[in-house]
């Protein structure tokens, strides 16, 4: 499956408001419950619940945080940018700028998985990476991620 699929330009938000690791997974999560039936409450606690066991920060600037939730059909991203970065508890100890935020069905293990390593894949090319806290639009992110989707 492609990434791109999952992601819809609405689910993304160039210019985050957020300072800290939970208001960024609010502010990507209420994005999201603005166009999804979901409950928001469920999203950012299974987001901080996953955060708990380890970040999802995993360097040079991105975070990869996920989740599932009950009663969810299919796999939903959600993208954020933040310029002057958030501290997330990365790997590396640096300021998250580019955060992927992947909410997947309880039965998905697998594309779940698949998913993640598709986003982890991309986000290696330190190009990518670049052109992403570079893109200061909802199109322009949505434009780098399609032409980088494998």
Known sequence: MKIIELLRKEFIIPRLEAKTKRG?????????????????????????????????????????????????????????????????????????HIFFVLFAPENSTSAHLKTLAGISRMLKSSRVRENLIAADSAEKLFSEIEINDD
């Open 24 to 96: 960024v997974l609010e502010e990507l999560s209420r994005r999201v419950v603005e166009f999804q039936d979901l409950d928001i409450d469920e999203m950012v606690g299974n987001l901080l619940a996953r955060e708990k066991l380890g970040s999802t920060g995993i360097g040079d600037g991105v975070a990869i945080p996920h989740a599932k939730l009950s009663g969810l059909g299919k796999m939903i991203l959600s993208v954020g940018r933040s310029p002057a970065g958030v501290p997330f508890e990365a790997m590396d100890g640096r300021p998250v």
